[in-house]
């Protein structure tokens, strides 16, 4: 089961570089929002974003400390089992929604998005029924592993980026109403933010 759970954590994080990467050779409007991080130069930003993705690795190693729970065997069994298939849920739709976006994907912050020019609504895959379920399967990709392991770092990672993906996927809606208009309203209309039927 680790191994499983490392190699494919590996694989995702490998598919977010990479498609991070593709971007920066992207056109792509001015951000909508304001962050610095828009301003930098393409070089700059992939420095910064593989540095903090390595301090993240770091800091999840230094916290990878036992909760302070004491659960008989048979419990901890059952949590490592459900932990693998919430784990692998989050991890196929995180890929899923990535593999939906296609070229439309794009990087943003929580206080702007950037859309490219010539930016497409999605509406298919997971998106036809949820606004946001990449950040979806991220979330549920960290329970996954609180579930498996019951560590410091998947809490860290959740109350992190619970509110911080809120925030993002709010700004993305404002880009993408501004852009797409009464699209953007009927298609909110039939789909969940982040939550199906929420």
Known sequence: MDRLVAVTAGVLVAVIVVSWMATLRTAREPPAGSSLWFGL????QLGLGLG????????GYLLWIPLPLALPAWMASSLRALGLGVYLGGL?????????????????????TQLQVNHQLIQRGPYAGLRHPMYLGYWLLFAGVLLIY??????LLLAIFVPAFCRRARREETALEERFGQEWIKYKAHTGFMIPFV
Not at 41 to 44: Q, R, Y
Not at 103 to 111: A, C, I, K, L, R
Not at 150 to 155: E, G, N, Y
């Open 92 to 112: 196929g739709l995180a890929l899923w929604a990535r593999w939906s976006l296609g070229e439309m994907y794009g990087v943003s912050t929580s206080s702007a």
């Open 52 to 59: 903090s993705l390595a301090l993240t690795v770091y800091l």
């Open 150 to 155: 019951r560590t410091w770092t998947p809490v």
């Open 41 to 44: 130069p393409a070089l700059a």
